[in-house]
């Protein structure tokens, strides 16, 4: 079985990089308990020189262009998904990510998500491009917090040019406690920090405050992602491709036409709307199954499962020109039939009007629909307006 490789674009702070690696390797051992070389994930690593200055204004173009550069070189590597511990990169991220076929992780969403419930007033210390753009304050607001303006950005550029002019521990606490209490007399609760420079020199900061570290954030994903797609590398290795005259069903990802899938899906009843960017992350922690006319796709079904316990099928169809011939039974038979899946306890979907077609392999209507419970988000798949 192959195992998936990481891409690690370090977009600026050559000093950062390595200390985020590290928080990499921690989070393997943590997560998944990554012991002997052989344990650890394939990573290919860029560390990019970028034309950013701390003191300066930020050429946004010159910017752009470095890192678009940067992530497709490391694309044509052949990497499975690709990361950029860069806060100020993600600036950026709807035209890095449109520009590269694979999945590109998303800082700045994963700092967000992590930030706890209880926490709403937030204080966020970056780097003055990454401020000034409001990608994070924006993301606070969404998510119903309210973000602390401290006028604190001159001491935040000096703590970040410090890092890279001098190593004293003692330099290094006395402005962290500066900013800390600046922080909480401000009357914030929590603190976001959005600077890989400054994850780098975290560990000299002391205060009870809570703290979300991007960095910190993102690693954590990584790690998630990867283990995401081996488990799902390890279910393709059961698979086959099945065939049926000029049809056949693959389980490889690799085949899977994101662009195809996307443009049903979001004319389908059940995700109307979803973006590009939504369907390729829903692929990756996901059995897939593509249906393929020689080689143009033009059906599809997905399981969401632990491989042991429990599958929700789901995102089934078939293109209207190609419906009439049993393609749709002969899709999900070979999906009910999957070794992996035949043995799962519970397997379970939604379905609007073809439960004459799921009957066909053991679907029966819930027997006690009153336990079942949902948190269900229609909106998340509109454009904010």
């Not at 590269?100 to 926490?119: Q, R, Y």
């Given at each position: 079985?192959?195992?998936?490789?990481?891409?690690?674009?370090?977009?600026?702070?050559?000093?950062?990089?390595?200390?985020?690696?590290?928080?990499?390797?921690t989070?393997?051992?943590?997560?998944?308990?990554?012991?002997?070389?052989?344990?650890?994930?394939?990573?290919?690593?860029?560390?990019?020189p970028?034309?950013?200055?701390?003191?300066?204004?930020?050429?946004?173009?010159?910017?752009?262009?470095?890192?678009?550069?940067?992530?497709?070189?490391?694309?044509?590597?052949?990497?499975?998904?690709?990361?950029?511990?860069?806060?100020?990169?993600?600036?950026?991220?709807?035209?890095?990510?449109?520009?590269?076929?694979?999945p590109?992780?998303?800082?700045?969403?994963?700092?967000?998500?992590?930030?706890?419930?209880?926490?709403?007033?937030?204080?966020?210390?970056?780097?003055?491009?990454?401020?000034?753009?409001?990608?994070?304050?924006?993301?606070?607001?969404?998510?119903?917090?309210?973000?602390?303006?401290v006028?604190?950005?001159?001491?935040?550029d000096?703590?970040?040019?410090?890092?890279?002019?001098?190593?004293?521990?003692?330099?290094?606490?006395?402005?962290?406690?500066?900013?800390?209490?600046?922080?909480?007399?401000?009357?914030?609760?929590?603190?976001?920090?959005?600077?890989?420079?400054?994850?780098?020199?975290?560990?000299?900061?002391?205060?009870?405050?809570?703290?979300?570290?991007?960095?910190?954030?993102l690693?954590?994903?990584?790690?998630?992602?990867?283990?995401?797609?081996?488990?799902?590398?390890?279910?393709?290795?059961?698979?086959?491709?099945?065939?049926?005259?000029?049809?056949?069903?693959?389980?490889?990802?690799?085949?899977?036409?994101?662009?195809a899938?996307?443009?049903?899906?979001?004319?389908?009843?059940?995700?109307?709307?979803?973006?590009?960017?939504?369907?390729?992350?829903?692929?990756?922690?996901?059995?897939?199954?593509?249906?393929?006319?020689?080689?143009?796709?033009?059906?599809?079904?997905?399981?969401?499962?632990?491989?042991?316990?429990?599958?929700?099928?789901?995102?089934?169809?078939?293109?209207?020109?190609h419906?009439?011939?049993?393609?749709?039974?002969?899709?999900?038979?070979?999906?009910?039939?999957?070794?992996?899946?035949?043995?799962?306890?519970?397997?379970?979907?939604?379905?609007?009007?073809?439960?004459?077609?799921?009957?066909?392999?053991?679907?029966?209507?819930?027997?006690?629909?009153?336990?079942?419970?949902?948190?269900?988000?229609?909106?998340?798949?509109?454009?904010?307006?």
């Amino acid at each position: 079985m192959q195992q998936p490789t990481i891409g690690i674009l370090a977009g600026m702070g050559p000093r950062s990089t390595a200390p985020f690696i590290d928080l990499v390797i921690t989070e393997c051992q943590e997560q998944y308990g990554a012991k002997d070389d052989i344990d650890f994930p394939k990573m290919m690593i860029c560390s990019l020189p970028a034309p950013f200055y701390p003191d300066r204004a930020t050429d946004h173009a010159a910017m752009e262009a470095t890192l678009r550069a940067g992530i497709e070189g490391l694309a044509r590597t052949g990497v499975d998904f690709i990361a950029i511990p860069c806060n100020t990169a993600h600036i950026y991220y709807p035209k890095l990510s449109a520009c590269i076929d694979v999945p590109l992780l998303n800082m700045v969403e994963l700092a967000l998500d992590a930030v706890p419930e209880p926490a709403r007033s937030i204080a966020l210390i970056a780097a003055r491009p990454t401020v000034e753009s409001g990608i994070y304050q924006d993301g606070v607001r969404r998510r119903g917090g309210q973000p602390i303006d401290v006028d604190w950005q001159r001491e935040v550029d000096a703590l970040i040019g410090a890092t890279r002019t001098s190593r004293d521990p003692a330099l290094f606490r006395a402005r962290w406690d500066s900013l800390l209490r600046r922080a909480k007399s401000a009357g914030a609760d929590a603190v976001l920090l959005a600077c890989m420079d400054l994850s780098a020199i975290k560990a000299h900061i002391e205060t009870d405050l809570l703290l979300i570290d991007a960095g910190q954030c993102l690693a954590r994903g990584i790690v998630a992602q990867w283990l995401s797609r081996r488990r799902a590398a390890a279910l393709e290795a059961e698979g086959s491709e099945h065939r049926h005259g000029r049809y056949r069903v693959s389980s490889n990802p690799q085949e899977l036409d994101v662009a195809a899938i996307h443009a049903y899906l979001t004319r389908s009843y059940w995700a109307a709307g979803i973006t590009r960017e939504l369907v390729a992350q829903s692929l990756q922690g996901s059995m897939c199954f593509g249906l393929f006319d020689e080689d143009r796709q033009v059906g599809f079904a997905r399981v969401v499962t632990d491989g042991s316990t429990f599958a929700y099928l789901c995102d089934v169809y078939v293109l209207e020109e190609h419906r009439g011939q049993g393609l749709g039974k002969w899709l999900v038979g070979i999906v009910a039939e999957h070794p992996t899946l035949k043995k799962v306890r519970r397997f379970v979907l939604a379905t609007k009007d073809a439960h004459g077609l799921y009957a066909r392999f053991g679907f029966t209507p819930l027997p006690a629909p009153e336990r079942y419970m949902e948190i269900f988000r229609p909106e998340v798949y509109q454009p904010a307006r």
